[in-house]
C-alpha cells in the first residue's frame, strides 16, 4: 500500500511547478470564459424581454393597426354572411 500512496504523497509534499502553474492557468481560463458566457445570456435575456414589452406595448397602443384588424373581421363577416345567405337561397 506504501508503493501505491508513494506518488500521491510525494506530489502534495512537492512546491508548485511548471505544469501545476499552466493547469490552474489553463482552469482560469476556462472559469472565465464560462462566466462571462452565462453573463451574457443573462443580459440577452433581459435586454430581449424588455424589447418585446416595448414593442408589443407600441402595437397595443397602435390605432392604425386596430382599425386594419377591426376593418379585416368585419370583411370576413360579410363574405360568411353573403356566403351563408347564397346557401340558403339555393336550398330553396
Do not use: C
Not at 424589447?51 to 376593418?71: G, H, P, T, V
Amino acid at each position: 500500500m506504501a508503493i501505491e500512496t508513494a506518488p500521491i504523497i510525494a506530489k502534495l509534499l512537492a512546491p508548485k511547478g511548471e505544469y501545476d502553474y499552466k493547469f490552474e492557468e489553463q482552469e482560469s481560463v476556462v472559469a472565465t470564459w464560462v462566466t462571462q458566457k452565462v453573463e451574457q445570456r443573462k443580459l440577452l435575456l433581459s435586454t430581449d424581454g424588455a424589447l418585446n414589452e416595448k414593442i408589443y406595448a407600441d402595437i397595443q397602443s397602435e390605432e392604425e393597426l386596430y382599425r386594419y384588424k377591426k376593418e379585416k373581421a368585419e370583411e370576413l363577416l360579410r363574405l360568411q354572411a353573403d356566403s351563408f345567405h347564397n346557401v340558403q337561397i339555393k336550398g330553396l
